[in-house]
């Protein structure tokens, strides 16, 4: 039984810190800022209650047939939230561990 030394085939990991600051600052821009993706977040949990909104009014003025689309807008909405609030919650609890760094 032939064993193939594991060296040969592994290649080292490189480091954001090892490459050039060009390369660097390409990565930088190309990552989605938080605020950004906060305010997307923010704007697909609007409209996915806007949506649950309208379909409560059109069900009591009967004009829906399908009760599995509310179910399905109302899940949507339900997902939205809690993304919501999570990434709420996560970006409060960073925060104030930031705070709490000592200097």
């Known amino acids: ?57 059109r069900l009591t003025m009967g004009e829906i047939d399908d009760l599995h689309t509310i179910y399905n807008n109302m899940t949507k909405a339900s997902v939205a939230l809690d993304t919501f609030v999570a990434v709420k919650d996560a970006a409060i609890n960073a925060y104030n561990s930031v705070l709490q760094i000592t200097m």
Request: no cysteine.
């Open 1 to 57: 039984m032939f064993i193939v030394p594991i060296s040969s085939s592994i290649q080292p990991v490189e480091s954001i810190f090892d490459r050039e600051d060009e390369k660097a600052d390409e990565i930088k821009e190309d990552a989605p800022k938080f605020s950004d993706v906060f305010k997307e977040i923010f704007n697909e949990m609007q409209d996915t209650q806007k949506t649950l909104e309208e379909d409560a009014v």
